[in-house]
């Protein structure tokens, strides 16, 4: 079997040996219950974390986005967000087909909007015959814009304007942890502005599956709720639970490795004729750039043949991601892979 240098998604990674053992010794017992040990310790662990009232364990990030939003709204209730925001993109049309949202969306250069952007879009309270603003959602950090990471300084100011027209704040932070390691400002610090936090265990951390949601008890009592009328109620599910919690107690501090990886690429990749790639971009384990030679066409397509597999981003960009299950050694072979393909 072909061995690949996968660099498609932080996702593609595979539990460790150390963490299988935490799956195979995990305690177990009926979640649906509470009685799952392994998953509570998780929950109480990330609660802990982001200094939140309480936290629950959903399947996936976009079930923990959902959940978060179907919570803090009604059917016929509008969220702000960036237009390139995964609730947008990527969650299959989940707002509107179960929740019966509607979202208003900001362009941005850079996924991130701001308090000017935000304000002229929230509806009158008095308009009836308007959707009701109930949620500004941000990203952080950025998918579809690069990894780029939400200013601490903006969070804030959009917090004022939220509060100010009594609505909600959602952070979807799925790799918040990214955030967190590249400007030292703690998860907790990040999620305080927010009334509901998703973020996820299967990105960067290494973990199979699994992501958290956090925020007030009668939140988290109302999400519980929700997760089970979606089918989330997964009985045992500490043998997953374990690998989330190992993958937080383990992997967070190591996320500044993805990061050094994904800059020597971006130099690279900066470096060469044939990429156009804004360096300033390259924030985390996320690089966006593009081809500037129509030779390169097909560049995803031949680099998978030389064993290099990378995917597509926003408007004809490519994307690299990079993660644990990649080393130096690998980093230094996909450059020479790029070099081979491209000078053929």
């Not at 990527?90 to 707002?95: D, I, L, R, V």
């Not at 814009?145 to 939400?150: E, L, M, P, R």
């Not at 996320?286 to 926003?314: C, H, Q, R, Y």
Request: one cysteine or more; charged letters at 25%; glycine letters at 6%.
């Amino acid at each position: 079997m072909k061995k690949y240098i996968d660099l498609r998604s932080d996702t593609v990674t595979v539990p460790s040996e150390e963490m299988r053992k935490a799956i195979y010794e995990a305690e177990v017992g009926d979640d649906v219950y509470k009685e799952d040990p392994t998953t509570n310790k998780l929950e109480k662990y990330v609660a802990e974390l982001l200094n939140k009232e309480a936290a629950l364990f959903v399947s996936s990030g976009t079930m923990g986005n959902q959940i978060c939003l179907k919570v803090l709204t009604q059917p016929g209730d509008e969220v702000i967000c960036d237009c390139e925001a995964h609730i947008f993109h990527y969650e299959s049309g989940s707002t509107a087909a179960i929740s019966g949202l509607q979202l208003s969306t900001i362009i941005t250069d850079d996924g991130v909007i701001t308090p000017e952007q935000v304000e002229p879009l929230i509806r009158p309270q008095s308009a009836y015959y308007m959707p009701r603003t109930k949620v500004v959602e941000v990203e952080n950090t950025h998918n579809n814009a690069g990894g780029i990471i939400h200013p601490i300084d903006n969070i804030k100011r959009l917090h004022s304007l939220v509060k100010k027209h009594n609505l909600f704040y959602h952070l979807d932070g799925a790799r918040i942890w990214n955030a967190s390691v590249a400007t030292g400002i703690s998860v907790a610090e990040y999620a305080s502005y927010f009334d509901s936090v998703s973020c996820c265990l299967s990105k960067g951390l290494g973990a199979p599956i699994g992501s958290m949601i956090a925020g007030s008890q009668d939140f988290i009592k109302e999400a519980y709720r929700v997760r089970k009328a979606w089918g989330g109620g997964m009985r045992q599910t500490g043998i997953i639970a374990a690998a989330g919690l190992y993958a937080l107690q383990n992997n967070f501090s190591r996320l500044k490795e993805d990061h050094e990886k994904a800059k020597i690429l971006a130099k690279y990749l900066s470096d060469s004729k044939y990429f156009k790639i804004d360096l300033s971009k390259v924030q985390t384990n996320i690089i966006m750039f593009k081809p500037i030679s129509a030779k390169l066409k097909d560049v995803i397509a031949k680099l998978a043949e030389n064993g290099l597999l990378i995917s597509t981003g926003k408007l004809g960009m490519l994307r690299i991601v990079t993660h644990l299950d990649i080393s130096f050694e690998d980093v230094q072979k996909a450059i020479e892979i790029i070099d081979e393909t491209i000078n053929k």
